[in-house]
């Protein structure tokens, strides 16, 4: 039998500042990505979005960034090798810290934003990002695109890899995601992302901007927990996957 796991990026509220509806997202998914305080989230808030994902079952990743809170992460930053090895270590090893003060674990670390679509293309990046997770705890599961670098070189690394696919996000046709200011880019609908899920893991396909079909693995479907129709989206996803005959667990479960 299929199966995918379905996972939402979230904690990215800060201080007064609040970003998407966890709460209501929570149920629906089997696995979180959680917001290490460089592109979004704060101590508390982690400490919280921790605490909600534990009671829930659903299993907990580490979300680093690039340290821009001012442009949510998404703005492209020149870093070395050494320097996103060093970020990714301490982010990840802040999430740990909170997990272990819960009494829970850290399953797996997904890189944020322009990090995660950086290190897509970069392999000094990607095998930099591999290192520091592997140099953390060899046991988690590190997140990245499908076919790109990033799971290259985190095999390379020995970890073990979640393929990543975005049934809420547009396509280019050599597998990267369309940039957030091109028409098509943000699937807003919740049918149409739920459409796109089913045949990205039953078909392994999705159609491309310009019409042509990407072949892809999808081991992860994410959701993005800043989107106005997070929950929609995730309820009515992981419902369609389930009618299709596909199993809704988390890595490992």
Not at 37 to 48: E, K, Q, Y
Request: a neutral charge; hydrophobic letters at 45%; glycine letters at 12%.
């Amino acid at each position: 039998m299929r199966r995918v796991d379905l996972n939402c990026d979230m904690g990215e509220s800060f201080g007064a500042w609040r970003m998407g509806d966890d709460e209501a997202v929570l149920p629906h998914v089997t696995s979180v990505s959680i917001a290490c305080g460089f592109h979004a989230g704060d101590p508390s808030v982690m400490l919280r979005t921790v605490r909600a994902a534990a009671e829930r079952g659903v299993a907990i990743g580490a979300h680093p960034g690039l340290p821009d809170l001012v442009g949510f992460g998404r703005r492209r930053m020149s870093v070395s090798p050494d320097e996103a090895y060093a970020l990714v270590v301490y982010q990840v090893g802040a999430l740990l810290g909170f997990t272990r003060a819960v009494g829970t674990r850290l399953a797996h670390v997904k890189p944020h934003g322009a990090l995660y679509n950086m290190a897509a293309a970069d392999t000094a990046l990607a095998a930099a990002i591999a290192r520091a997770v592997r140099d953390v705890d060899s046991g988690l599961v590190l997140f990245g695109l499908a076919g790109s670098a990033l799971i290259t070189e985190a095999e390379r690394a020995g970890l073990r890899v979640a393929s990543e696919v975005f049934p809420d996000r547009g396509y280019e046709a050599d597998g990267s995601l369309a940039s957030r200011g091109k028409p098509g880019a943000l699937v807003t609908d919740p049918e149409e992302a739920a459409r796109r899920a089913v045949r990205m893991v039953v078909e392994g396909k999705v159609a491309a901007s310009d019409g042509r079909d990407v072949t892809v693995r999808a081991d992860t479907l994410c959701v993005h927990g800043d989107g106005p129709h997070a929950a929609d989206i995730a309820r009515l996803l992981r419902q369609r996957l389930q009618e299709a005959g596909v199993q809704v667990l988390a890595p490992g479960g």
